[in-house]
């Protein structure tokens, strides 16, 4: 069982910034993936961003590929999501998701979740 906490959302203007943070407790794993999903109203849960434990390998969707980074501090197992250059297509309620082996960008194959943080970007 992994427990996994977001923090970090807030509001914020176009144009700005915001660290969200994801704290993991329970039997995690090296060979654990770790990404961030979102999820605006309306709208199906997608991935933003995803980071291999063991060896850090990085995904990121195209949507936020040069503003958002993703990055782990494996001694604290906690994830993180810098996120620059904010757009109000941004505002969703970001979630944190786990899982030993999934398919990186598929929203069904994470076992593991967090309850999500809000992001909202004003115009």
């Known amino acids: 069982q992994v427990l996994l906490v977001e923090s970090g959302g807030g509001l914020v203007q176009a144009g700005g910034s915001l660290r969200l943070s994801c704290a993991a407790s329970g039997r995690t794993s090296s060979s654990y993936v770790m990404g961030w999903f979102r999820q605006a109203p309306g709208k199906e849960r997608e991935f933003v961003a995803a980071i291999r434990w063991s060896d850090s390998n990085t995904y990121y969707a195209d949507s936020v590929k040069g503003r958002f980074t993703i990055s782990s501090d494996n001694p604290k197992n906690t994830l993180y999501l810098q996120m620059n250059s904010l757009k109000p297509e941004d505002t969703a309620v970001y979630y944190c998701?786990?899982?030993?082996?999934?398919?990186?960008?598929?929203?069904?194959?994470?076992?593991?979740w967090g309850q999500g943080t809000q992001v909202t970007v004003s115009s």
């Open positions: 998701a786990a899982d030993p082996r999934p398919r990186v960008v598929i929203t069904s194959s994470y076992a593991y």
